[in-house]
């Protein structure tokens, strides 16, 4: 997936906001396959649990089983069709999640080679905090940051000063 594009500034601010709610000796449940970043975070000393690859939608077994006191969701729900279901089966008391946003100039991601790898959704920042609110958390902190790539034209333009990513840290109510 990161072959030839590893988003450095979107790890870098996802590993602050994360350092800034959660500590060390809190165990996480992670959504989502290991990858880059859930490595990143066992490097930093955090104590991190995947899930397995299953589908969310359907199966909620390792969210519904697992004790970790916080679970991480990055860049995760807009695969999703109904994330709200796996958001009301956790049971941690806290939740760090991010989302690409909607981008009025670019239409949603949709890899033509991996089913998995393609966005259901794109969320605007009041619509992930309603869908958080409905399914029972509170929006204690969140952040907007943008992914400027290094290209020519009016696209790659526009990504210089819109938010792209929308993090948040949320409570269970």
Known sequence: MYENTFPNKRFEHTLSF???HV??????LDL???????????????????????DLDL???????????????????????????????????KLVASIPMRLWFSPAYQSKTDKWDRHYHEFEDWQ??????????KIVDRIKFTNPVHKIGFRPLL???TPRYYMVY????
């Open 170 to 173: 949320a409570e269970r109510i």
């Open 18 to 20: 994360l350092q800034k």
């Open 59 to 93: 199966d909620f077994s390792s969210v519904v089983s697992s004790d970790a006191e916080v679970v991480t969701a990055f860049e995760i729900f807009e695969h999703l069709i109904a994330p709200f279901n796996v958001l009301r089966e956790i049971k941690a008391d």
């Open 128 to 137: 992930f905090d309603w869908l958080l609110e409905k399914a029972g958390w």
């Open 159 to 161: 990504r210089k000063f």
């Open 23 to 28: 500590t060390t000796s809190q165990s996480i």
């Open 32 to 54: 989502g396959v290991e990858n880059p970043f859930s490595k990143i975070m066992t490097e930093r000393g955090f104590k991190v649990k995947n899930t397995g690859g299953e």
